[in-house]
């Protein structure tokens, strides 16, 4: 019985790692308008959101409706709170890599309003950046 429950155990660990294994993300650049998911499903749907009390959290909603939301870490904050309100509701273009599993992305770097921002502008010594803007541009 013992046996049976740890090769069971290492099975299911196993399929795990599998599953895992394929959701790498992928580099990406997407556009569509910073909105805050709270607010839109509030109104749409009835959800019952407290963006005033918690603050509004910023998302990339697609022209197909779906939400893609930011990692959150220092290259994604000037997105998650719309740099400080003045962009919500506007356009924006955002590369990084994106985990389609979880609908997310690991934002690289923006552009909104004929503006790239990222983090590789003011950090370029500090990590891999430029190797990685490359790559994903496709530039050698």
Do not use: P
């Amino acid at each position: 019985m013992r046996k049976g429950l740890v090769l069971s155990l290492a099975i299911v660990l196993m399929f795990g790692l599998f599953v895992f294994a394929g959701n790498k993300g992928e580099q990406k650049t997407l556009s569509g308008t910073l909105s805050c998911m709270g607010c839109d499903l509030k109104k749409a749907a009835g959800a019952h959101s407290q963006c005033k009390i918690y603050g509004h959290r910023h998302t990339l909603k697609l022209a197909d409706g779906n939400y893609v939301s930011f990692m959150e870490n220092d290259h994604s904050e000037m997105l998650l709170n719309a740099g400080g309100g003045k962009w919500h509701g506007q356009e924006v273009e955002v590369s990084g890599t994106y985990f389609a599993h979880a609908n997310i992305i690991d934002v690289e770097d923006f552009q909104i309003k004929d503006k790239s921002y990222g983090w590789c502008a003011g950090h370029k010594d500090m990590d891999q950046c430029h190797t990685n803007m490359k790559k994903m541009h496709g530039n050698k």
